[in-house]
T-cell receptor
C-alpha cells in the first residue's frame, strides 16, 4: 500500500528559527509536492520536485526552500520562520507527471510563536 | 486563471440518504479531475480520478461524473453512513510550466452524516 510519512504531526518553533519538515515516500514515485493548507484558502502549492535534485517553485514559494537529495525524501525548509507561516503542511507524491493520483501524508501542524 | 469552487461549504444529512456534492471549475483545459477525502487533522485520501476524456468513475458507493464543457463535476454518495463524515475536496489537474502538471483545489465541502 502507498505510504507517505511526514516526520512530525505537530511542531512549535519560534520566529527566526530555521525549520525543517521532512517527508518520505516508499513507492518509488518520481514526483513529490509540498502544500500548505489554511482555512478559507484551501491547499496551495509551495514547491514540487519531479526528479532527484530537481525542484520547481509552486504558487507561494517565498520564505521557503526545498531539498531532494534522494528519490524517496523531500524536505521543506523555512529559512527564517515567521508567524504567517503557521499552518498545516502537507506532503504528497505521485508516480508520474500526468494523470496520476497524488498520495498524501498525514500533515504537520506547524505553529510559529 | 483556473478557479475551483465547491458548494455547499457544509452539509448535514441523516444516515441512509443519498447525496450529491458539487464542484465547478472555470477553465475546461484540464487533464483530469480528482476527488479527495480529508478526515479532521489528517492528510488527503484519493477517492476517484476522472480523466478529461471520461464521463464518470465509480468506486463502491461513490460515483463521480465530469462535464468538462460546462465546468462541473458531482460526487454522488449512495446510502450515506456516519463513517462518511469528512471534508471532501475536488481538484483539477492543469498544465504548469514545461515539465509537469499541478492540482488546483477547491476549498471543500464538510459533510456530517447523522446517525
Amino acid at each position: 500500500d502507498v505510504k507517505v510519512t511526514q516526520s512530525s504531526r505537530y511542531l512549535v518553533k519560534r520566529t527566526g528559527e530555521k525549520v525543517f519538515l521532512e517527508c518520505v515516500q516508499d513507492m518509488d514515485h518520481e514526483n513529490m509536492f509540498w502544500y500548505r493548507q489554511d482555512p478559507g484558502l484551501g491547499l496551495r502549492l509551495i514547491y514540487f520536485s519531479y526528479d532527484v535534485k530537481m525542484k520547481e517553485k509552486g504558487d507561494i514559494p517565498e520564505g521557503y526552500s526545498v531539498s531532494r537529495e534522494k528519490k524517496e525524501r523531500f524536505s521543506l525548509i523555512l529559512e527564517s520562520a515567521s508567524t504567517n507561516q503557521t499552518s498545516m503542511y502537507l506532503c504528497a507524491s505521485s508516480l508520474g507527471a500526468y494523470n496520476q493520483p497524488q498520495h498524501f501524508g498525514d500533515g504537520t501542524r506547524l505553529s510559529i510563536l | 486563471k483556473q478557479e475551483v469552487t465547491q458548494i455547499p461549504a457544509a452539509l448535514s444529512v441523516p444516515e441512509g440518504e443519498n447525496l450529491v456534492l458539487n464542484c465547478s471549475f472555470t477553465d475546461s483545459a484540464i487533464y483530469n479531475l480528482q476527488w479527495f477525502r480529508q478526515d479532521p487533522g489528517k492528510g488527503l485520501t484519493s477517492l476517484l480520478l476522472i480523466q478529461s476524456s471520461q464521463r464518470e468513475q465509480t468506486s463502491g458507493r461513490l460515483n463521480a461524473s465530469l462535464d468538462k464543457s460546462s465546468g462541473r463535476s458531482t460526487l454522488y454518495i449512495a446510502a450515506s453512513q456516519p463513517g462518511d463524515s469528512a471534508t471532501y475536496l475536488c481538484a483539477v489537474e492543469v498544465r504548469y510550466g514545461g515539465a509537469t502538471n499541478k492540482l488546483i483545489f477547491g476549498t471543500g465541502t464538510l459533510l456530517a452524516v447523522q446517525p
